[in-house]
């Protein structure tokens, strides 16, 4: 079996940005890759598969579900599937899983 199932090939970046869960709760994370649906970013704090997240960084910011949360190290690796705008959504899963809003549980494990 294949280690790499993605669809689409990733582009190595770099930066910080700011995941907020939820209303109030924010933490901070570093990109390590992106591609036209996802970005993968580390952090310190591990993050429950499922939970919505909204990015924030510097000149973008968007919705994401996280699809993947791995230990590397002391850190955290998260695959997260960017959401696209409503108006971009594809029709099936407008209403769906994909389309939470950001004032759902924590989602932080432990």
Not at 58 to 80: I, K
Request: proline content about 7%; charged content about 20%.
């Amino acid at each position: 079996m294949p280690s790499d199932l993605r669809k689409e090939s990733r582009i190595r970046s770099r930066g910080p940005v700011q995941l907020w869960i939820g209303n109030q709760k924010h933490i901070p994370a570093n990109i390590r890759d992106v591609s036209v649906c996802g970005i993968c970013v580390e952090t310190e704090v591990e993050v429950a598969l499922g939970i919505s997240v909204y990015i924030v960084g510097t000149g973008f910011h968007g919705a994401a579900m996280v699809r993947h949360c791995s230990a590397c190290g002391p850190l955290f690796r998260l695959g997260l599937e960017l959401v696209p705008p409503a108006s971009m959504a594809d029709p099936a899963r407008v209403g769906g899983e994909n389309t939470r809003g950001l004032d759902h549980s924590p989602g932080l494990v432990g």
